[in-house]
Structure formats: C-alpha cells, structure tokens
C-alpha cells in the first residue's frame, strides 16, 4: 500500500514554475508514486481533487499557501523523501560552471568578443576550412590551416585575399609553426632566437628548429606554408609574404627556408625575395640546385643539418659541439652482422621530410628507391602494396591517413608494418623517426618499442640481425625528452642517429654495403 | 625615417605583441596552446547546417560575392530597421467577422502553416470542433468533426489573415480579437482573447464549460474590452512591452507585469463601459483569474512589427515562426508569404503532477511571433523567475540572449534587459546565421496534451527545425542568384 502525505505550509510562496520544476525533480525520486508541489489556488485544489487526493487540510489552504502533497511507495520512507523535496525547494543554483567565460560559435563572433584575438588556428574537416579562413582573415585573423583536401582554386584566393590584407595564411595542410615562440600544432619546444624560418614542410622545419637549438641557437619565427604554396598554381604567394615579414622583423637576423623543389617560375620568384631580403639567407629546397641559389646572394644547404649550422653560423653563435658521426664505418660494423641475402634497407617513416632526406641520400648513391612519395612514377609503391628493394614509406602521407590520425599521434599502422618487415629475409635494416612535440604521441618510443623487439626476436630466429635505426625528432625540452626517448631505443639495442640528415647517411652507406 | 614604420604591418603587430589565438576543430591543440602559457579560446564549432550539404551549398551561395553579401546585409539592416521602429498600438477590439480580412462564417484560423483537417493534430481538432459547436455549425463534437471533414469549413493559418493565434490558434466568425496597429508602418495585425487557465479551447479543449467561456467572452468580455478602448484611446504596446520585461517578465511565458499593465491601462476603460457592475466584476475577476490576459497581446504586436518587414528585396531575416502542431513553418522578409517548414518538434520541460512526457503534443501555436521579434526565449534573461521552466540557472538564461544574439542582426534599443546592462532585444533573425552557427533560436512554450479535449499539461523548452531553414536558405539563394547576375 502507498502512503499518502500531504503538507500544507502557511503564507510560503513559490512561483508557479518553479514549482512545476520541482514537482518535476520531486517524481524523479526513488520511492515516489507521484508527488505534488502547488500553490493552494482553486484550479490546484481542482487538479488534485479530480486525482482523488485532496484532503480538509489541502482543501483549507489558500492561494498564499504551499501544499506539498506526497504519495510514497510502501515501504518508502516519508520522512526522508519529504525532505528530499524540502531540498529541492531550497535549492540554491550551482555556480556557473565556467566561470562566467565565453564559449563563442564563430570565428567572427571571437574575433570581435575577444580582445587582442590574432590567429586562428582551423583544423576542420576540409569542405568547410576554406569558409572558415575567409571568415577568420576578413575579420583581421592570421590563419594556420592545418586541414587538408582544400581546393587550389580556394588555397590561391585565401592567399590573395591574406596578402591584400597583409595577414598570413599559412596552409591549407600546415602542421607546424611557431609564432612568438608559442608551438602551434605540431612543433618542439626550441629557444627563443634569431633565425626566422619559412617553410613550406611541416617535419622539415621541425627538424631545423630542432637542430638550431641543439647547436646553441633559437627561433624568432616559424612560419609554415602548407605544402603546395611553391606550386606553379599558387605561386608561392605565402613564403615571399613570408620573407618579407621576416626581412622587416627586428628579431630576425637569418632566414632560412625550407621546401621541396619548387616550380620553376616559383623558384625564380623565391630568389628574387631571397635576394632583396638584405638579411643572409640560407635555401633548404630538398634536391635543389646550389647555383641558382648562389646567383641570388643565398646560402645553399644540401640538407637539414647544413641549414641549421649554416643558420647558427650566419646568426653569429658559435656552434654546439656536435658528435662527429663516420656513417661508413659504422654501416661496416652493421653489414659484418648481416647474412647472406639481407641487402635492403626499409625506411618506415611519420615525418615526410625526413622519409624524403633519407630516400634521397640513398638514391643519391645511384641505388633504387621505392616509395609511395616517389616523384618517379615507375617506382612508385601505393600504400597497400608490399616493400621491394629499398622502401621508404611516408605514414603521413594521404594514403595512408586517409580517414586517421598522422601517426605522429597514432602509429599503430606502422607498428604493423615493422613486424612485417621484419619477416622479410632480404631486409638488412629498418630506420624510422619518432616525432616529438607538442601534438605528438605522448610516448612514441614507448608504443613502438614492443613491435622493434618482436621484430628483432623474428629476425634473430631465422638466424639473420636485423639493423635496427631510429631518428628521434626533439628538444631537451620536449615532454618526453629527446634524451629518454633515446636512451629507451638504445637499451633495446636500436642504433640512434642524431639528426635528419645523418640518418640518411648512415642509410645509405648501409644500403650500399649491404647491396655490394 | 621612412613613413611606413609609423603604423605596424599586421605581421609585425603579431610578432611584437601577445599571440591570442582563436582555435577552431581540434582540441588538443587548445591544451597545447594553453601549456605554453598563450591565450587560446577554442569555438563551439559545427559544421555550417549541421553539416548538412545542401544548408552548406546555399549559405556558399549567399556569400558567393561580397556584392551580395554587402546587399543582404544591407537588406536585413532596413528589415531590422523596419521591425524596430514599428509602434503597435492596440486601436480596439472586434468580432473576427467584422475585422479580419477575408473572414467569412464558416473560416477557421488556425496556428502555423497551412494544414488541412485530416492532418490536424489532437489538440487542434478538439479546438475546431469546439469552435463549430461554438458557432452552432454543429449541435455535437461529433457531428463538428464530420462538418470539419466536410469541405463546408474554409481552414486558414492566422498568418494569412494578418492574425496570430495562441496555441492551437483556432479563431471563429463570432470570436473578439485585439485589433492593434503600427503607427509607423500603417498595417493592422489580430490576435483573439486569452481564455485564461488550462482547461481552454486553445489547447483542444472543448467540453461544455469550454463554450461556454467562449460564449461570456463573446458577450460580455470582448464587447467591454471594445468599449473600453473606445474610452482610453490606443494603447501604447511596445512601451508596455519594455515596461513589462524590467519589471522580470519575458512577456511569452511570464506575463503578470505585463497583465497588471495592460489591464492598469485598460480598467479606467472598462469602468466607463455601459456594462453592470456585476459583469465588470466578472471582468475584473476573469483578468485576475490567470496571469496571461496580456499574452496575446503581445503577440499581436510582434505580429504588427514583424509584418513591416514583409517584403523587404533581399532580406534573409525571419518576419515568422509558427507552428500548427504537425509542422514548424517559418517565412521570410526577403520571399514574402512562402512558408518553409520541418517537422514540429517535442518541448522539453516541467509539466503538471500527473503528466508525463509520452503524453505531450508536438510544439504548437503562433507565439513564437514573440521569439521572432526578440522576447519570449530570447529574452529570458529579463526574468529570471522563469528560469525554471527550463531547469536551469539565471546564468544559463543569460546564456541564451546571448546565443541568440548570434544569429540576430541587431539589438533593439526601444526595449531592454536590465540585467544585460540594458542590452537591447536580439533582434532579426538572420537565416545565414542560422545555418553558420547551428544555433537554433529558443523558444519557451506551453505543452498541450496530445489528445484533443485535455487541455495544457505543461510548459518548456523547444527549436524550429534546422530543416526549415535550410530550405528557406535554399530558396533564398536561388532567388538571390537570380537577382544578383
């Protein structure tokens, strides 16, 4: 049997909504078959009269009164519920649970509420970032788009548009920049300095801001471009906006700019920049050509490394002592372990930068090269097929990312392939990045590490020592550091090499051994 | 010294200063901003539409050239212009019969777009069949429902006839309706009685006690509160509105300033009427008997207001939001008398002891007329009291006039939220912000039970559907393209 209570409180009101809410919550609770809360009007009284529940006591109340009638489960105690609903009655409203602060729906809407907003950061799905950067530029934003499959046609207008309003539109497929020493997507954590970066490469700036600062020196300015900016299409609109903001910085002294080889007629145009700059300038353009770079007045620099010493040198500081590394006698060492039939080299990359440095360093010894970023279409392997020869993969390109994460954040897609490599009797060596910063994998080392040691224990069963070689990408500073991260890889008997363009030396020096 | 370096190049303004960043997508990259000790403040972002394609191509449309944008926005400012500066005043009150256009004997106005009686939900087939009975078109509710089936009944959204009506809208030949003017503008909007409590025509009830309502008001109530204008002249409506909304109402849901109000400008009227004391007291004690005399009222002169607008070429900004309980249907300044319409859909909230949700009709009526001008739930920041109704805080309500503020064009000086610093009413709602935004406009609302005959069971919370707007943004754009080449 259900009890029934009913209370009536004298001269106590409450609005009438509140007290639909509370009857509301009141119904909720455990243990109650209907519960009513009301002022003691004439319709009220009519409603709980045609609900059969209407006492003397109710019936006596007055349109000032508050009647709290309650019809409790049996065995339910009355008490204790009819006080749960006091406590609804009383209850006071929680605090605002953010404080107070701004949650805003659209890029203008933040850009006029917030006070000093200056770049925004567009990581949408790409149907929709073009839209977004507008939006964001006609309301005086600096834009880094780091989504992709964006239109050329879209990437050209925003970069006019940007450039009549003097702002940057750095992308679309921009994933690394640092303004004001603040690392936006993904990016280490380097020191504040003098050299100023434009780059069209979000891993081959990465690497020269860390190899920088593992020399002594800092960054001013990282400006990305987005990958296809040197295009004949668009023309490089972003890296001589790019220049032009560095040449006027007066925390700038050196510039450096990093890119693929750029169209033709966007190179002559880059040079041109590179000329007027009036600050040293030194040109990264992965397989470029040192003498068009010379005519212009800039420093060429063959690889990563070069660029960052040639920076650091430029910038007027003295270099870090760097480990000399001998990459050919350390791949004897390697290739005296091999047996017979191991002979290739797998490079199994997250940064496409580095997979392009180290691919070209062992093409560059007029070996064979595959790789799903080959520029040649003949050796060209897409992404679902298996390695031949030497392989080199960029994880990070679209195949393989199509509808996942970089495996910068997720690499699970290459733990697989590590092990399957692995099997290979033909291999002689894996070499791999591990990317850090923020927007990276917490722990890259730490995920991968298991997979290199199932690949190793494969290997070693079948009676053959497979080369396992490892770049890391990273600061002191960086959370995990470069140091862990390293010393984690060597205790599991991983060579590291320390830095991009080493680790292409020490891959192609192995690939020729191992091939000879 | 070169005159260039007097001003910083946005570049160098960004080099020198602090990088605030506004981030948009991902939000991991908020807390790798924050770690590095930048200001960051990410977006509650959604895909233009919902992410639904065809909003997103038609929203590309109207933003094809800054031409058009520039002629939209210029469109939606004399729209808003036009909206703000109406001045409805309450001239009188008549029989529908004698005062709506196109009324005829045998027309029923109903709420929302265009519906036909099979359609017609439970509560707005219980109003009409009251309304044929109350008319004596039919002796029964039975025999009402096959003269409504019939053919012999001419059904019109209130909409169309310069009306709005509560809930389930329904207004008959014989039933008085507000008559209230926009002096600036010159057109006339109607809008009939409040029935007072629950158990009313409006929200499909309909039994004896029902007509018979209708019946005093018919003869006593509407011919007094049409004599007693005739005494006090017109009334003021937007100054009572704003009135009304310092003194904590939201003038949809909360109506008891605006009722003392209304019915303090009224009661010297009223006194003058050649009516008995005995029935003036039934007057009097009829007002009193429900905080929502004045309800209606406002809903004419949102209608008033909102109709100027009617017409204004190119204009994306919404002049109606109204539902018929089956459909939502809103209308356009920029494509006068088109309807776009989604489904209806549930209010969320409190309802009396002995409902439950199942038992809900779907969101009805035309008061979202109050929501299209800027009250109602854009304005629940002026009453905190009804916070409730949406289990909420005084904060959230707060939260609300501002979410409606993007996706209005302007703020209406003329009426005001204290609490807000005195903000205006967020006002003209742009169907292109809409779309971008994703934010829904908010519309506090009665629930009437979903079987006719019962009546109002609750009040609460509901959102047109993004539907609606999509086509509106799709006809816009065509329309516009049109124009524009």
């Given at each position: 049997m259900s009890?029934?209570?009913?209370?009536?409180?004298?001269?106590?009101?409450?609005?009438?909504?509140?007290?639909?809410?509370?009857?509301?919550?009141?119904?909720?609770?455990?243990?109650?078959?209907?519960?009513?809360?009301?002022?003691?009007?004439?319709?009220?009284?009519?409603?709980?009269?045609?609900?059969?529940?209407?006492t003397d006591e109710l019936k006596a109340a007055e349109s000032g009164d508050l009647m709290v009638v309650l019809v409790a489960e049996d065995g339910a105690d009355t008490d204790a519920l009819l006080a749960e609903i006091e406590g609804l009655l009383t209850r006071k409203a929680p605090a605002s649970a953010d404080g107070g602060q701004v949650t805003y729906r659209t890029i203008t809407s933040a850009a006029e509420g917030i006070a000093g907003a200056n770049l925004a950061v567009i990581a949408v799905n790409g149907a929709y970032a073009a839209r977004e950067a507008r939006k964001a530029l006609e309301s005086g934003l600096h834009v880094m788009m780091f989504s992709d499959n964006v239109a050329v046609e879209d990437e050209i207008a925003l970069k006019n548009l940007a450039h009549d309003k003097g702002l940057f539109m750095m992308g679309p497929d921009c994933g690394t920049a640092i303004i004001n020493n603040i690392a936006l997507c993904f990016g280490n954590k380097v020191r504040p300095g003098n050299v100023g970066i434009v780059a069209a490469s979000g891993t081959g700036s990465q690497e020269v801001s860390v190899r920088v600062h593992a020399l002594g020196g800092g960054v001013s300015q990282l400006i990305g471009t987005g990958g296809r900016d040197l295009s004949e299409q668009v023309g490089g609109i972003m890296m001589v906006d790019g220049i032009r903001a560095l040449a006027a910085d007066p925390a700038t002294d050196v510039i450096v700019l990093v890119s693929k080889p750029p169209a033709p007629s966007v190179e002559k145009k880059v040079l041109a920049e590179v000329a007027a700059a009036g600050k040293p300038v030194v040109v990264w353009f992965i397989d470029g050509s040192e003498e068009a770079v010379t005519a212009a007045?800039?420093?060429?620099?063959?690889?990563?490394?070069?660029?960052?010493?040639?920076?650091?040198?430029?910038?007027?500081?003295?270099?870090?002592?760097?480990?000399?590394?001998?990459?050919?006698?350390?791949?004897?060492?390697?290739?005296?372990?091999?047996?017979?039939?191991?002979k290739y080299v797998r490079g199994l990359f997250c940064g496409g930068t580095l997979?392009?440095?180290?691919?070209?360093?062992?093409?560059?010894?007029?070996?064979?090269?595959?790789?799903?970023?080959?520029?040649?279409?003949?050796?060209?392997?897409?992404?679902?097929?298996?390695?031949?020869?030497?392989?080199?993969?960029?994880?990070?390109?679209?195949?393989?990312?199509n509808g996942r994460p970089h495996p910068m954040i997720d690499p699970a897609l290459r733990i697989e392939r590590i092990v399957e490599e692995a099997k290979d009797p033909e291999v002689a060596a894996l070499v791999m990045d591990f990317v850090l910063g923020f927007g990276s994998h917490e722990d890259p080392v730490g995920t991968t590490l298991p997979a290199i040691e199932e690949a190793q224990r494969i290997a070693a069963e079948a009676g053959r020592h497979l080369e396992v070689v490892a770049y890391v990408l990273g600061t002191d500073l960086d959370t995990p550091s470069v140091a862990a991260q390293t010393a984690a890889l060597r205790a599991a008997g991983v060579t590291v090499t320390l830095s991009s363009t080493e680790t292409g030396q020490f891959a192609r020096e192995i690939a020729k051994k191992a091939q000879a | 010294m070169s005159t260039e370096n007097t001003e910083l190049t946005p570049a160098a303004a960004l080099f020198a200063g602090d990088l605030s960043v506004v981030n948009v997508g991902l939000a991991m990259f908020d807390e790798d901003i924050k770690a590095q000790n930048a200001q960051v403040s990410t977006l509650d972002w959604t895909p233009p539409g919902g992410g639904n394609p065809d909003a997103a191509r038609a929203l590309n449309a109207l933003e094809a050239s800054p031409e058009l944008t520039a002629k939209i926005d210029a469109a939606n400012a004399e729209a808003v212009e036009r909206i703000m500066s109406a001045r409805p005043m309450l001239i009188g009150f008549g029989r529908a019969l004698d005062v709506v256009p196109g009324m005829t004997p045998t027309t029923i106005l109903h709420s929302g777009p265009p519906i036909t009686w099979d359609r017609m939900n439970g509560p707005m087939k219980g109003a009409v069949t009251g309304a044929i009975v109350f008319e004596g078109l039919a002796k029964?509710?039975?025999?009402?429902?096959?003269?409504?089936?019939?053919?012999?009944?001419?059904?019109?959204?209130?909409?169309?006839?310069?009306?709005?009506?509560?809930?389930?809208?329904?207004?008959?030949?014989?039933?008085?309706?507000?008559?209230?003017?926009?002096?600036?503008?010159?057109?006339?909007?109607?809008?009939?009685?409040?029935?007072?409590?629950?158990?009313?025509?409006?929200?499909?009830?309909?039994?004896?006690?029902?007509?018979?309502?209708?019946?005093?008001?018919?003869?006593?109530?509407?011919?007094?509160?049409?004599?007693?204008?005739?005494?006090?002249?017109?009334?003021?409506?937007?100054?009572?509105?704003?009135?009304?909304?310092?003194?904590?109402?939201?003038?949809?849901?909360?109506?008891?300033?605006?009722?003392?109000?209304?019915?303090?400008?009224?009661?010297?009227?009223?006194?003058?009427?050649?009516?008995?004391?005995?029935?003036?007291?039934?007057?009097?004690?009829?007002?009193?008997?429900?905080?929502?005399?004045?309800?209606?009222?406002?809903?004419?002169?949102?209608?008033?207001?909102?109709?100027?607008?009617?017409?204004?070429?190119?204009?994306?900004?919404?002049?109606?939001?109204?539902?018929?309980?089956?459909?939502?249907?809103?209308?356009?300044?920029?494509?006068?008398?088109?309807?776009?319409?989604?489904?209806?859909q549930k209010v969320v909230g409190p309802m009396f002891a002995g409902y439950k949700p199942e038992d809900s009709g779907l969101d009805i009526g035309d008061s979202a007329i109050t929501e299209t001008y800027g009250f109602g739930g854009f304005a629940m920041s002026a009453a905190p009291a009804i916070v409730a109704l949406v289990g909420g805080t005084v904060a959230e309500a707060m939260g609300y006039t501002r979410d409606m503020g993007e996706i209005t064009t302007a703020q209406n000086p003329n009426v005001t939220i204290p609490a807000l610093d005195f903000q205006g009413l967020p006002t003209g709602i742009d169907v292109r912000k809409v779309l971008d935004t994703g934010i829904l406009p908010i519309i506090n609302t009665a629930i009437a039970h979903k079987d006719a005959g019962i009546g109002m069971i609750g009040a609460g919370i509901t959102h047109p559907p993004a539907e609606a707007f999509t086509k509106a943004a799709t006809a816009l754009a065509e329309a516009f393209g049109g124009t524009s080449s």
């Open positions: 009890t029934t209570t009913a209370v009536v409180r004298k001269n106590t009101y409450f609005d009438s909504v509140s007290l639909m809410s509370v009857s509301t919550k009141a119904n909720a609770l455990d243990g109650v078959e209907q519960a009513f809360t009301a002022m003691g009007t004439e319709m009220n009284k009519g409603v709980l009269d045609n609900l059969g529940l209407l007045g800039g420093h060429f620099a063959a690889g990563s490394l070069q660029a960052a010493q040639k920076a650091v040198e430029l910038a007027g500081i003295a270099p870090a002592a760097v480990e000399a590394f001998d990459a050919e006698a350390a791949a004897g060492a390697v290739v005296a372990r091999l047996a017979e039939g191991q997979c392009d440095e180290t691919m070209y360093a062992v093409r560059d010894a007029g070996l064979d090269v595959w790789s799903n970023i080959q520029k040649n279409a003949d050796f060209r392997l897409p992404a679902g097929s298996a390695s031949r020869g030497h392989t080199f993969l960029d994880f990070g390109d679209d195949d393989f990312t | 029964d509710l039975d025999e009402a429902a096959e003269v409504a089936a019939s053919g012999q009944i001419t059904f019109r959204p209130c909409h169309e006839a310069n009306s709005v009506g509560s809930m389930a809208g329904v207004t008959s030949a014989s039933m008085y309706v507000h008559i209230v003017k926009n002096e600036t503008h010159g057109n006339i909007a109607y809008t009939n009685l409040s029935e007072q409590m629950a158990k009313i025509l409006r929200m499909g009830a309909n039994d004896q006690s029902v007509i018979d309502r209708l019946v005093w008001m018919r003869d006593v109530f509407g011919p007094m509160l049409k004599e007693a204008v005739e005494f006090t002249g017109p009334v003021d409506l937007r100054l009572l509105l704003s009135q009304a909304l310092h003194m904590g109402d939201e003038c949809h849901n909360r109506n008891g300033a605006g009722t003392l109000l209304l019915f303090q400008a009224l009661a010297p009227g009223l006194l003058q009427s050649s009516f008995t004391t005995e029935q003036k007291k039934e007057v009097f004690d009829f007002v009193a008997s429900s905080d929502y005399f004045s309800g209606p009222t406002w809903m004419a002169m949102a209608k008033a207001a909102l109709d100027a607008a009617n017409g204004v070429e190119n204009s994306t900004v919404l002049t109606t939001m109204a539902r018929n309980g089956v459909d939502f249907g809103i209308r356009v300044a920029g494509l006068p008398g088109q309807w776009f319409t989604g489904p209806a």
